[in-house]
């Protein structure tokens, strides 16, 4: 099963850009962007141009967590930040006006409009997929990408085809002596 996704970097060295995300019956095959190299802050502003388009593969024995959802805690905190500068910029444009000071509207209009659209944009993000798997020297790597188009019955079928693989990977996976997983 093909998936066409926008990758959400976790880190420097992480896909950017469109891509797409195949579920076959023996591992997770990922196909995007992948940095040459990376030049801190500017790799994201310049992907297309230090990025390459590679696969990699990932056997489902490997995938170690899958997590799926909107960053809800993230849009709490930045909703009461948004609520706190608004009422901190309403209490200060009342004293100017109590002193005797020139309130302009207009001001008041874009601070408001400026709140709207932020509040607006955190309000309908789409679903993150959040895919964790081993290395084969054992350390963890992160994938975080959004399916395109997003739709909720979307990203219910990749999650319950993808633990479906997962569970039936790891229930027959045994530890080889070597440290890695052999699947009878």
Sequence with gaps: MKYDVKFAPA????????????????GLWIEGGYPKFTIPFLTSFYAPLLCATTSRTIPYSRVHHHWCGSI?????????????????????????????????LPLILIWGLFV???ALLLLTGRKVHIVTYRLPSGRRERI??????????????????LADYVQ??????????????HVA
């Design 72 to 104: 809800t805690v993230l849009k709490v905190l930045v909703m009461l930040l948004m609520g706190l500068l608004v009422g901190a910029g309403s209490f200060l444009l009342t004293m100017i006006s109590l002193t005797g000071g020139d309130v302009q």
């Design 116 to 118: 709207f659209v932020v």
């Design 168 to 181: 039936a990977a790891k229930g027959t996976a045994k530890p080889s002596p070597t440290g890695g997983t």
């Design 11 to 26: 880190r420097a060295k992480s896909f950017y850009g469109r891509g797409e995300v195949h579920l076959h019956e023996t």
């Design 144 to 161: 975080r990408f959004q399916l395109r188009p997003s739709s909720r019955a979307a990203s219910a079928a990749f999650s319950k085809q």
